[in-house]
């Protein structure tokens, strides 16, 4: 009966979904990463710089309840996805518009960060479960693996920020508690994932140990993947292999009948 309902998971029609709610991740993602990294230095306008990205997080969180549909049959789950997210965009939205407060305010920020780490991370593992015990071939499994990487580098990047605006100083002292704050953090969570450079002097003893955690579950997932390709790979072989053997066997047993010596005589009334 489980395996019944878990192969429902994998049926073409579900495979095309997902392959098309990951390719919309992964642009979404890289909107964001783009928008994160060259808005301060575009604009220099911190409020307009916030709305963006507040349209961003919105579109983003949007998607990964989307995509959290096809991994499971349990609604709750989904919607419960969907439900906080919705609230996370509103209190955001509503708090720092129309109820700032600079005391309060990275608190409640950094309790919003937080929620949406909580998020990405039901959905990291939905992906990943999904990713090791689905049949894919190589374009689900290219957007799929994407789509997780760089979900991985954006969860410590708002985790990395989470701390930052609890301790303003995790990031350095020229960092501020806002928005670029986030973006900043954004990139330190990147260039640890991707190891494009190591010299983060100013950061925080536990911003590195966050970091460090970062870097060995990035060198984990690479890991996971390559041996999940591989396991795929042999499989077709076996299969192949099978399929072959079979039809050697059936074509011997033919040849075998026709060598058959009763076989050949003649017939005699």
């Known amino acids: 009966m489980f395996k019944k309902a878990t192969s429902r ?4 029609e579900l495979q095309e979904e997902k392959r098309k709610d990951y390719r919309n991740v992964v642009g979404a993602q890289a909107v ?25 997080c919105a579109v983003y969180l949007g998607l990964l309840w989307d995509l959290s549909r096809n991994f499971t049959f349990k609604r709750w789950l989904p919607n419960v996805l969907g439900v906080t997210a919705l609230l ?19 608190k409640v920020n950094s309790a919003l960060h937080g929620t949406t780490v909580l998020i990405q991370s039901v959905v990291m593992w939905l992906g990943l479960r999904d990713l090791v ?22 969860v410590f990047g708002e985790l990395i920020h989470f ?30 994932l991707t190891g494009a450079d190591n010299a983060l002097s100013n950061i925080s ?11 060995l579950l990035a060198q984990l997932y690479v890991v996971m993947l390559i041996s999940r390709l591989l396991a795929d790979g042999r499989q077709d072989e ?32």
């Open 9 to 12: 998971l994998y049926t073409r």
């Open 32 to 56: 964001l990463l783009l928008i994160s990294l060259l808005t301060d230095d575009w604009l220099h306008n911190s409020m307009l710089s916030f709305l963006i990205f507040q349209v961003c």
């Open 88 to 106: 996370v965009v509103v209190i955001s939205l509503s708090y720092n518009y129309l109820f700032w407060d600079p005391v309060t305010g990275p």
């Open 133 to 154: 015990r689905g049949p894919r071939n190589a374009a689900d499994k290219l957007w799929a693996a994407a789509g997780l990487y760089i979900m991985l580098g954006i």
């Open 163 to 192: 701390v930052h605006l609890l301790q303003p100083n995790t990031l350095g002292p020229a960092i501020p508690a806002t928005v670029e704050g986030f973006h900043e953090a954004l990139y330190v969570s990147f260039v640890t």
């Open 205 to 215: 003893h536990f911003c590195r140990n966050l970091l460090v955690l970062e870097s």
């Open 238 to 269: 076996e299969s192949d292999e099978a399929l072959s053997e079979s039809g050697s066997h059936l074509v011997e047993g033919t040849s075998a009948e026709s060598e058959h010596p009763l076989l050949d005589q003649p017939k005699t009334e």
